[in-house]
């Protein structure tokens, strides 16, 4: 074959081809709403359609005999039947996977789990089911995350109304009382009304803490903090009110740590998990405050009661705002000044984490061990937001 007539021959099925295109593009654009089946089957039959009709161009100019075009538009035939026939299969699967997807989606946006799909037709497909699935457990999760947040904001507003209500009748009483003229000993009622206003100051500055944490304003002081001088005083300022109970309050571990931290906020740490501890611990048990180095250049300081211990189902909530133990550790009386609102733990949380540190809590035997871990050289300047 010549250069001239492989040229006339490329340009009759180039112009064939770009004649079907156009027509094929059109069809599709007029069948943009309809199925995806059909789609598939008019692109198929354009691409049959375009070399049927270049071959037959070029046939024509090439005085091939009848019989071998009627072979070869037989041949054309068939294969551009089988063609429709494995686009219509291909679309119907196609559809079949979009209908499935489409399911998952909808399953999603109601709010069900979904468990992984069968394999699709095809690996993207697949990919994109199994992500759906991932995201739905993802939305699950939150979901799960955001019924306890609010579940316990409930139980905080709760609790918080009941705690601000009992000092606040028993002061009403004791002014009433003393207005009256019916104290016998206004002294006494001078001092408890003291005692009930400094219980609210306390209540008012954990809540305050709390909102400084969660708003992301909780700046810290950085400056090096002997570990062993900070769990002394602070232990020595609630060993009054560990006597009172009969508790055996105690420091023991390493004396010569020191670690870069803002002083007024982990001694709260520290009092508030030791309060913790006095408020549920029995008479005569111990409570143990220890500090110690850990791994990975870590101080480790652990609060551990015999207070018996906290249900295994509650572990993971001890750190919420407004949650309070049930059974064992649910405390007949607060001391003096506690606030009680169920707000210590979270404050804990919040403080260490802007320590850029970790608390947690297991079991002990007869009782439980609260932990918290804080970097020696920690990476946050002073003055940086808790988040």
Same mark, same amino acid.
């Given at each position: 074959?010549?250069?001239?007539?492989?040229?006339?021959?490329?340009?009759?099925?180039?112009?064939c081809?770009?004649?079907?295109?156009?027509?094929?593009?059109?069809?599709?654009?007029l069948?943009?709403?309809?199925?995806?089946v #059909?789609q598939?089957?008019?692109?198929?039959?354009?691409?049959?359609?375009?070399?049927?009709?270049?071959?037959?161009?070029?046939?024509?100019?090439?005085?091939?005999?009848?019989?071998?075009?009627?072979?070869?538009?037989?041949?054309?035939g +068939? =294969?551009?039947?089988?063609?429709?026939?494995?686009?219509?299969?291909?679309?119907?699967?196609?559809?079949?996977?979009?209908?499935?997807?489409r399911?998952?989606a909808?399953? /999603?946006?109601?709010?069900?789990? /979904?468990?992984?799909?069968?394999?699709?037709?095809?690996?993207?497909?697949?990919? #994109?089911?199994?992500?759906?699935? !991932?995201?739905g457990?993802?939305?699950?999760e939150?979901?799960?995350r955001e019924?306890?947040?609010?579940?316990?904001?409930r139980?905080?507003? !709760?609790?918080?109304?009941?705690?601000?209500?009992?000092?606040?009748?028993g002061?009403?009483?004791?002014?009433?009382?003393?207005?009256?003229?019916?104290?016998?000993?206004?002294?006494?009622?001078?001092?408890?009304?003291?005692?009930?206003?400094?219980? #609210?100051?306390?209540?008012?500055?954990?809540?305050?803490?709390?909102?400084k944490?969660?708003?992301?304003?909780?700046?810290?002081?950085?400056?090096?903090?002997?570990?062993?001088?900070? /769990?002394?005083?602070?232990? =020595?300022?609630?060993?009054?009110?560990?006597? =009172?109970?009969?508790?055996?309050?105690?420091f023991?571990?390493?004396?010569g740590?020191?670690?870069? !931290?803002?002083?007024?906020?982990?001694?709260?740490?520290?009092?508030?998990?030791?309060?913790?501890?006095?408020?549920?611990s029995?008479?005569?048990?111990? /409570?143990?405050?220890?500090?110690?180095e850990?791994? $990975?250049?870590?101080?480790?300081?652990s +609060?551990?009661?015999a207070?018996?211990?906290?249900?295994?189902?509650?572990?993971?909530?001890?750190?919420? $705002?407004?949650?309070r133990?049930?059974?064992?550790r649910?405390?007949? $009386?607060?001391?003096? &000044?506690? &606030?009680?609102?169920?707000?210590?733990? $979270?404050?804990?949380?919040?403080?260490?984490?802007?320590?850029?540190?970790?608390?947690?809590?297991?079991?002990v035997a007869? &009782?439980?061990r609260?932990?918290?871990? #804080?970097?020696q050289?920690?990476?946050?300047?002073a003055?940086r937001?808790?988040?």
């Open positions: 074959m010549t250069p001239d007539v492989l040229l006339a021959v490329s340009l009759f099925a180039l112009a081809a770009v004649v079907v295109g156009a027509g094929g593009l059109l069809s599709l654009r069948l943009a709403r309809s199925s995806l #059909l598939l089957m008019v692109v198929a039959l354009a691409t049959v359609v375009s070399v049927v009709g270049g071959m037959a161009v070029v046939a024509s100019q090439m005085y091939v005999s009848r019989h071998d075009l009627t072979v070869f538009y037989s041949v054309a +068939v =294969a551009g039947l089988v063609s429709l026939m494995m686009a219509a299969v291909l679309g119907r699967q196609l559809a079949r996977d979009s209908r499935t997807l399911s998952a909808a399953s /999603i946006g109601r709010g069900e789990r /979904i468990a992984s799909t069968d394999r699709q037709s095809n690996t993207e497909f697949t990919a #994109l089911a199994g992500e759906l699935a !991932a995201t457990e993802r939305l699950a939150s979901r799960a019924n306890r947040v609010e579940e316990s904001r139980e905080l507003i !709760a609790w918080i109304s009941h705690d601000l209500r009992t000092p606040l009748a002061i009403r009483a004791m002014a009433e009382a003393l207005e009256d003229g019916m104290a016998e000993d206004p002294e006494r009622y001078y001092t408890q009304m003291r005692g009930q206003v400094d219980r #609210l100051t306390g209540m008012v500055d954990d809540l305050f803490e709390l909102s944490i969660h708003s992301g304003t909780l700046r810290l002081r950085l400056e090096p903090v002997s570990l062993y001088d900070l /769990i002394s005083d602070t232990v =020595a300022g609630l060993w009054p009110i560990a006597q =009172a109970k009969s508790l055996d309050l105690r023991a571990g390493e004396m740590l020191t670690i870069l !931290a803002d002083p007024r906020e982990l001694s709260r740490v520290v009092g508030n998990l030791v309060m913790n501890a006095i408020q549920h029995p008479p005569g048990s111990p /409570i143990v405050v220890s500090v110690t850990s791994t $990975a250049d870590r101080a480790l300081i +609060v551990t009661d207070a018996g211990g906290i249900p295994e189902q509650d572990l993971g909530r001890v750190f919420e $705002a407004g949650w133990a049930s059974g064992p649910t405390p007949a $009386a607060e001391p003096l &000044g506690s &606030g009680g609102a169920g707000l210590g733990l $979270a404050i804990v949380q919040g403080i260490v984490q802007a320590h850029r540190g970790e608390v947690r809590v297991h079991n007869n &009782g439980c609260f932990e918290v871990l #804080l970097p050289h920690p990476v946050a300047a003055g937001a808790a988040h």
